[in-house]
T-cell receptor, first 114, second 110 residues
Framework: DSGVTQTPKHLITATGQRVTLRCSPRSGDLSVYWYQQSLDQGLQFLIQYYNGEERAKGNILERFSAQQFPDLHSELNLSSLELGDSALYFC?????????????FGPGTRLLVL | QKEVEQDPGPLSVPEGAIVSLNCTYSNSAFQYFMWYRQYSRKGPELLMYTYSSGNKEDGRFTAQVDKSSKYISLFIRDSQPSDSATYLCAMSEYGNKLVFGAGTILRVKS
């Protein structure tokens, strides 16, 4: 158990809908990263938050947005869903300070868009 | 060309074999190198972490980084059926996102 939690584990929805994925980082970790894993693209970085502020963006679509709340949990919002958005979505958290750059991953949310 | 190249396999070995997994990369700014293990599309589990060049050993696992060749390796000794999984290499610059290889599927036959 990495200490990172994600809900829900599975999500089935229809095209055009909007969903929210939730992540709680390990206790004390200020950084949260979101990744998407699809069969053809592998694990791709979407967005990073540090202590409530957006720090970096990757290959994140404009239909997707995220935020990190004062209690450090994070939410990834996916809207106007398309079939191609079906994937595993992982969040990871990282402690800040020193040279430890290791990220610890949650169990993921499996999204299926029908 | 991808920033990180990793042979997707599958790699099939008998129980007890020594397994060698490798990745090459193109970004010379990468300083932090990790290996993750992923079972059946579950969350990636951190196996090994190395900063800059050198070797690191943890039980049956040894990670090697050769920055001059932009090449990293993971060796698994005395492989077990429970080692069957997808192995992902990952690397980053300080404070940045992880860039992953495609993952190598390993099957250890009993």
């Amino acid at each position: 158990d990495s200490g990172v939690t994600q809900t829900p584990k599975h999500l089935i929805t229809a095209t055009g809908q909007r969903v929210t994925l939730r992540c709680s980082p390990r206790s004390g970790d200020l950084s949260v990263y979101w990744y998407q894993q699809s069969l053809d693209q592998g694990l791709q970085f979407l967005i990073q938050y540090y202590n409530g502020e957006e720090r970096a963006k990757g290959n994140i679509l404009e239909r997707f947005s995220a935020q990190q709340f004062p209690d450090l949990h994070s939410e990834l919002n996916l809207s106007s869903l398309e079939l191609g958005d079906s994937a595993l979505y992982f969040c990871a958290s990282k402690r800040t300070g020193g040279y430890q750059e290791t990220q610890y991953f949650g169990p993921g949310t499996r999204l299926l868009v029908l | 060309q991808k920033e990180v190249e990793q042979d997707p396999g599958p790699l099939s070995v008998p129980e007890g074999a020594i397994v060698s997994l490798n990745c090459t990369y193109s970004n010379s700014a990468f300083q932090y190198f990790m290996w993750y293990r992923q079972y059946s599309r579950k969350g990636p589990e951190l196996l090994m972490y190395t900063y800059s060049s050198g070797n690191k050993e943890d039980g049956r696992f040894t990670a090697q980084v050769d920055k001059s060749s932009k090449y990293i390796s993971l060796f698994i000794r005395d492989s077990q059926p429970s080692d069957s999984a997808t192995y992902l290499c990952a690397m980053s610059e300080y404070g940045n996102k992880l860039v992953f290889g495609a993952g190598t599927i390993l099957r250890v036959k009993s």
